[in-house]
Structures are given as structure tokens and as C-alpha cells.
């Protein structure tokens, strides 16, 4: 944050580093600061830009940056801040003929693309160069810094600006918003509440490292509601460890854990009666305060996560068509069963995917299922004009796609192919 003089420091600072461009794009120019003055914009002009800090406004990311921080009393525990944008129009001036106001505004142009922050460098400059007017400005130790950006103003806004400046007449103009700005008050607030005790606590910040989680069967394996999750790591052998799985708590008691890796089985029965809803799951490791120490000490360690995918199963009535030609397209409803079950929050879509000689793919929306109903383990998607084919069904929960059947026999000549499940509308 900065004092008082922070407004002044960044017209000054502008101002330095628009003469040292003019002085080397075009020589004799004069940077000017205030309120343009009237110009004859003749043949002996000389090339000058005007700098106007014209408009200042609240800064829109930083306007509550004003509200101090109060206890319940009311007291002011910190100093008030004002968080400002300073709007400046630059106005050239010079030759006609020479085409010196072109050459300026493309001049100032690119110096500001070039480099649209106000650096501690430009700062501390425009300090040097006004020791008496700038010398207790502290604008180099704001947290944010003071960037450049164009303003497009249209005709009817630039008409209006230049209406104000009376009896001057327009010249060729830009402008340009500078912010933020973060202005102090000098105010430091009442001091804190002072210490009644003294105590103290020794924390292990070192603790177990967790490198993953994946299916038993290895990381191409899905992982799914009903099986199990296989946590990898350094340091997990420990009694007082808790796990928190999807938000909640999950003790080690009676799970299968080594100092490398720790098995989970995905069943109610291990998240107090609960299911986890399909997609991705966050995994953390809760490493518990020290014997003594307050509840507040314990710490989330290392996460991982891992992407819980539903499991579809077609009942034996699932397809239901309406009659049609042999051969045409046909409609009807598909309903399916669906672990773990769908909560109401969730976007659910069914996939068909043919595998005829010409394929076609459908995606379908399930029937409207009533909020009293959730959570749901069966869906039915109703569907028109659908080849007869043999489909690949998936089910998407939330843009995550249901686990397939597989063959896992490694003696099988289809071994970790996709078998299903599969569903012939005839």
C-alpha cells in the first residue's frame, strides 16, 4: 500500500518515462503536465505532449479494499485502504506538415505496449527528479503494481471530454486508465488482545506421503462402487491415521494398510452406511494433532484423487419397442440399473454405439425422475428413430463414462477387450 503522495508518484513517473522515449523518436519534444492549453496548431509549433489526469475512479476489483478490519467492538484492527483508478488523456501537439502529432502518438503508443507497469525503477526516478515535492513517496512497496491499459472512446465520449477543457480547441488524442492505485491511511489500529497463556506443542510436520490411488488390477483397470482402491505411498503403517474419501472420514480400523500401500473397499459398510456419488473422488490424508496438543494441530497431508466410474447392467426387460417395419427405424425406452446410485445433482446421459457395417451413435436423456425419488439406481431413456443395430451402451454420470465389461482371462483371445454390456434393437 501506498501513502498519500501515490497519485503524484505515477503522473511523475509517467512522466519520465514518456520524455526519455520522446527524446529518442523525437527530439525536442516536451512532455507536459495539467490541463491542455490552447494551441495554434501552426507551422512553428512545437512537439509536445500534454499528460491530464482528467477522471479518477474506484477500482472495480479492489472497491471493498476500503473497509478497514474491525472486531466485534467495533475497533479498527487495521489501517482504511482506497483502491483507485487514475484516468489520464494525452493530447500531441507540433508541425502538421512534419506530421508531428502522428509520430508522438505512435511514439507514446508504443512505449506504453512496451512496458504498461509502473516499475520500482520508474518510481524511484521520478522520486530523484523531485526531491522536494516527492521525496516521502512509497508507492515502490505496494503488493500490486500500477498497470497501463487503452480506453476506446467514441466520438460522442471524446466530444464530451473535450467540451469540458473550454476554449480549447481538440487535438489529436488518446487515452489511457492506470490502476490500481492502493492508498493508505496512516491509522494503524488498536493493538491485539494480549496473551493469558503460554503454551506449547510439537507438531511432526514430516508424515506420511501419498503417491496415488488406482484399481487392484493396475492403473488401466477402472475403478468402481462394490470393489476396492488401492492408495500408494511412503509412511501409512500408522494406527492414528484418518483418510477422508470424497469428504468423509475414514479410519484404518479394519482396512488392509502397509507402510507402501493401503486397500480400501468401496462398499457402504466403510463409509458409515454412505455411497459415494460416481466421478472423480478426493483423497486426503488427515494426520492427527500430537498427544496433548490441541484438536486444531491435526493437518490435511498429502492428496490424491481418483475417478469413481458407475457400473450400468441392462435387466432382462430393459428394451421395450414400439412396432415397426422390418428393418426401419424404430422407438421405444431402454432402462437401466446403475451403481453407485445417480443423486439428484448429477447430469445423466445413456450412449449407444453401433457396430454395423454404416455405425451410428445416439446420445439419449433419461425420463424426468422425481427429487423425493433420489438417489437412483434404475433410469429409463426413451429413444426415436434408432437403426436397428447391435450397441455398445455407456452411461455418462457427470462427463464420467461407465466402466465396461472386460474379459480378463489372459488365455482369452478377446482378453481386455470390451464385451458389453450390449444391447440389439432389432
Avoid at 505515477?10 to 494551441?39: E, H, Y
Amino acid at each position: 500500500m501506498a501513502n498519500h503522495l501515490a497519485i503524484a508518484t505515477v503522473t511523475a513517473a509517467l512522466q519520465q518515462a514518456l520524455q526519455s522515449a520522446l527524446n529518442t523518436d523525437v527530439p525536442g519534444a516536451q512532455v507536459k503536465i495539467g490541463r491542455p492549453a490552447a494551441t495554434g496548431n501552426n507551422e512553428d509549433d512545437s512537439p509536445g505532449v500534454n499528460l491530464f489526469l482528467y477522471q479518477v475512479a474506484p477500482n472495480a476489483a479492489g472497491r471493498n479494499a476500503h473497509l478497514a478490519s474491525r472486531d466485534s467492538a467495533g475497533r479498527m484492527r487495521g489501517p482504511d485502504i482506497v483502491a483507485l483508478d487514475l484516468f489520464y488523456l494525452l493530447s500531441f501537439s507540433g508541425t502538421p506538415s512534419d506530421f508531428a502529432p502522428e509520430r508522438l502518438l505512435a511514439s507514446v503508443a508504443r512505449i506504453v505496449e512496451h512496458r504498461p507497469l509502473i516499475t520500482p525503477a520508474m518510481i524511484a526516478k521520478a522520486i530523484a527528479e523531485n526531491p522536494s515535492v516527492l521525496d516521502d513517496a512509497d508507492l515502490q512497496r505496494a503488493g500490486e503494481r500500477v498497470r497501463a491499459s487503452p480506453i476506446h472512446l467514441s466520438l460522442d465520449e471524446m466530444s464530451k471530454l473535450w467540451s469540458v477543457l473550454f476554449q480549447v480547441p481538440y487535438a489529436l488524442s488518446v487515452a489511457y486508465r492506470f490502476g490500481p492505485v492502493y492508498i493508505e491511511t496512516r491509522a494503524s489500529g488498536s493493538p491485539g488482545l494480549p496473551v493469558t497463556q503460554v503454551g506449547s506443542a510439537v507438531l511432526m510436520l514430516s508424515g506420511p506421503r501419498l503417491a496415488g490411488a488406482e484399481a487392484p488390477e493396475g492403473a488401466g483397470w477402472p475403478i468402481v462402487w462394490g470393489g476396492s482402491v488401492v492408495l500408494t505411498g511412503e509412511g501409512l503403517a500408522r494406527s492414528d491415521l484418518e483418510l477422508r474419501i470424497g469428504g468423509i472420514t475414514v479410519g484404518t480400523a479394519g482396512i488392509a494398510i502397509s507402510a507402501k500401500r493401503v486397500v480400501i473397499s468401496l462398499v457402504a459398510a466403510t463409509f458409515g452406511g454412505s455411497e459415494l456419488p460416481a466421478g472423480p473422488v478426493l483423497i486426503e490424508i488427515v494426520v492427527p494433532p500430537p498427544a496433548g496438543a490441541p484438536p486444531h494441530l491435526a493437518r490435511v497431508g498429502d492428496t490424491a484423487v481418483f475417478v469413481l466410474k458407475p457400473v450400468l447392467t441392462l435387466p432382462a426387460n430393459a428394451l421395450v419397442t414400439d412396432p415397426a417395419p422390418l428393418g426401419e427405424p424404430v422407438d421405444g425406452t431402454l432402462k437401466v440399473k446403475i451403481v453407485p446410485k445417480v443423486v439428484k445433482r448429477q447430469t445423466v446421459h445413456l450412449l449407444l454405439d453401433g457396430k454395423g457395417s454404416a455405425p451410428r451413435s445416439f446420445r439419449l436423456a433419461h425420463e424426468a425422475v422425481a427429487d423425493a425419488a433420489y438417489p437412483v439406481d434404475e433410469l429409463v431413456f426413451p429413444f426415436t428413430d434408432v437403426a436397428p443395430d447391435d450397441y455398445h451402451v455407456q452411461i455418462v454420470v457427470d462427463g464420467v463414462a461407465s466402466a465396461p465389461e472386460i474379459d480378463d482371462d489372459p488365455l482369452s483371445v478377446t482378453y481386455r477387450q470390451i464385451l458389453g454390456p450390449m444391447v440389439t434393437i432389432p
